[in-house]
């Protein structure tokens, strides 16, 4: 049977490949894609604590789908900023955007 | 092994082996594709915490919206062209040693801790206990979530817009 | 070991789906397509496999099956060959949650999750995904354009549908279909909400890339869109999901606003055949009725129009369902 501490260490795993990615990686869009999947760790720990240790109230379910929503604007913000930077900067590697004036 | 194990051990090894397509393809297609039997994974993970409604909109908007988002951003800028250049940089192996240490230090967090189990029972209907929740005890949130939707529209339809 | 019989039963389930759906909707789809269409243009359909050339879709599938399987030369193997299966996938799972019929054990339903309505929505959303992996896997720049055109309005028309399923499910009360076609014992929902009826008929035309908002596989403009490069069994499977999916959303139709099994005097599952084909028939005559829009105009409409139209429409309903609660 699955516990809590299953849960627990699923999200640890996956938040330690986002972590990798965002340090990692050179495209823009692949650090968001990191980005993405710490923010689906975290929801992971939030469902499962509001299972296992707080099923009185769905505070936790609340609290992942406000997570789920602000995740979705931050994409959006995020790659409209990525969109704009390609088309001044033509690059979107980081580690070639680095004038602070163009 | 009860069924909920097996399903359980097959939905991670799914969610963590597309991740690590994901973090580690050369390809940044391929690792936008990955992303959804990451998402499909996860959202299994919750069902099987008794987390309907989130399962269903985890679908909805991460497998269905922001992977679109992604391969639209991935197409309209170099990263379709540009298949061949270096994806990692030169932090590599110290990325992937913070990265392990992260999560080493979490792991042995998680179970060397005893977590106490709380009291009372899960809802049956989860959406209609989400909703009532969201209009009495969670206003605020919701109200302030769609406020920074709506910032977050506008911010990024301007800044994404063309200049001419 | 109960979870052994589970899987059984979702295994036999599942083939069960996927036979019904290729035979029933793509086989006699595509042949009510034919005929239909030539009623309406004063001409005689296919006549002459099997009576009244009813086994003319078997006869082109074996053609189908019989051809190359051709993958072009600097094509992405792996998105290539991957996004075949994210499109009928998505299209064969929105069945799991239509109420076919009711027997005295229950509803006949694969799965009466209590969320059936927004699992729905999340099926049709993920069939955008697949397109465009359609669309860029095939290294072609009409395929590439055309899937990014699907993408675009499949994405659009998600909005006013699922504005359109939100308005269904506040007046029942309820996400789960079971609970949304008990409800319409007394009065089907098309009479008390004909608003969301139009707005959903509208959003599924335009998610399942039908006329007149074809302009994605628009055949004299960009060879067939995001499937140009698909030849043999993969367009068998292409076709399947698309045409999978339009029964499917009038599946839903029916469900939501037509009564779903209700009738008086023939069995339950009957009646829902023949709703689901009277509405299939709309569909088709809307397709060899109209012109096609373009993108712009398309792109417009929904913004413009739909959105704001199903939006006042949740928002009256809402208020009249505070108010008769008090």
């Keep these: 049977m699955p516990g809590l501490t299953h849960y627990l260490v699923v999200s640890a795993l996956l938040f330690s ?7 990692t990686r050179r495209n823009t869009v692949a650090i968001l894609m990191g980005v993405e999947l710490m923010l689906n760790a975290a929801n992971i720990n939030l469902v499962a604590f509001n299972k296992y240790a707080a099923p009185g109230a769905m505070q936790g379910q609340i609290f992942a789908l ?9 994409a959006a913000v995020g790659l409209a900023l ?13 580690d070639e955007i680095n004038l602070m004036k163009w | 092994m009860t069924g909920e194990a097996i399903a359980f051990y097959i939905l991670a090894a799914v969610t963590l082996g597309s991740a690590v397509v994901v973090v580690t393809s050369g390809n940044i ?12 994974g996860v959202t299994g993970l919750y069902i099987l915490l008794n987390a309907e409604f989130v399962a269903g909109i985890q679908v909805l908007i991460y497998a269905g919206a922001i992977t679109v988002l992604i391969l639209f951003a991935i197409m309209l800028t170099e990263g379709g062209t540009g298949l061949g250049g270096r994806q990692r940089n030169e932090q590599a192996l110290v990325g992937a040693t913070v990265a392990a240490a992260m999560a080493v230090l979490l792991i042995i967090v998680a179970t060397r801790t005893g977590w106490t189990a709380g009291g009372g029972t899960l809802p049956p209907y989860t959406p209609g206990a989400i909703g009532q929740s969201f209009l009495r005890q969670n206003i605020l949130v919701f109200e302030g979530t769609s406020i920074v939707l709506l910032v977050s529209l506008m911010g990024a339809i301007m800044t994404a817009r063309r200049e001419d | 070991m109960g979870w052994i019989s589970d899987v059984l039963r979702a295994i036999v389930g599942t083939i069960i789906i996927f036979s019904a759906v290729a035979f029933i909707a793509v086989m006699f789809g595509v042949l009510l397509e034919r005929k239909i269409s030539a009623w309406m243009q004063s001409r005689l359909g296919p006549k002459h496999v099997g009576p009244q050339g009813l086994l003319q879709t078997l006869a082109d599938t074996i053609k189908l099956l019989q051809k190359e399987n051709i993958v072009p030369a600097r094509a992405d193997k792996v998105i290539f060959a991957s996004a075949v299966i994210v499109v009928p996938l998505a299209a064969l799972l929105d069945y799991v949650v239509i109420p076919f019929g009711t027997t005295r054990s229950g509803p006949l339903i694969f799965r009466d999750l209590n969320i059936g309505v927004l699992y729905f929505a999340a099926t049709s959303s993920l069939v955008v995904v697949g397109i465009l992996m359609a669309g860029w896997g095939s290294n072609n720049k009409y395929a590439l354009l055309g899937g990014m055109r699907s993408a675009a309005q499949m994405v659009t028309y998600e909005i006013p549908m699922g504005l359109a399923l939100v308005t269904v499910a506040l007046v029942a009360g309820s996400l789960s279909t079971v609970t949304i076609v008990n409800g319409q014992a007394r009065l089907w929902y098309i009479v008390t909400q004909p608003v969301a009826f139009l707005v959903f008929l509208v959003a599924a035309t335009a998610e399942v890339n039908r006329v007149p908002f074809d302009l994605v596989e628009a055949e004299s403009e960009l060879v067939a869109g995001y499937f140009s490069e698909y030849s043999g069994m993969r367009f068998a499977l292409f076709q399947l999901g698309e045409y999978g999916e339009m029964f499917a959303m009038a599946a839903m139709a029916v469900t939501l606003f037509l009564g779903g099994w209700r009738g008086p005097v023939l069995p339950p599952v009957v009646w829902f055949v023949v709703k689901l084909y009277a509405l299939i028939f709309v569909f088709m005559w809307v397709r060899w009725t109209y012109p096609r829009f373009r993108i712009d105009q398309m792109l417009n409409f929904s913004w413009k129009i739909l959105i704001p139209v199903s939006v006042l429409n949740l928002v009256v309903t809402a208020f009249f369902a505070v108010v008769a609660h008090r």
Excluded at chain 1, 66 to 74: D, G, P, Q, S, Y
Excluded at chain 1, 82 to 94: G, K, P, S
Excluded at chain 2, 29 to 40: C, T
């Design chain 2, 29 to 40: 297609v391929h690792s936008a594709a990955a992303l959804v039997p990451g998402f499909l």
């Design chain 1, 82 to 94: 990525v969109l704009a930077a390609y088309r001044t900067l033509e690059t979107v590697y980081v």
């Design chain 1, 66 to 74: 406000i997570v789920i929503t602000l995740a979705a604007c931050e």
């Design chain 1, 17 to 23: 490949l986002g972590l990798f990615a965002v340090v």
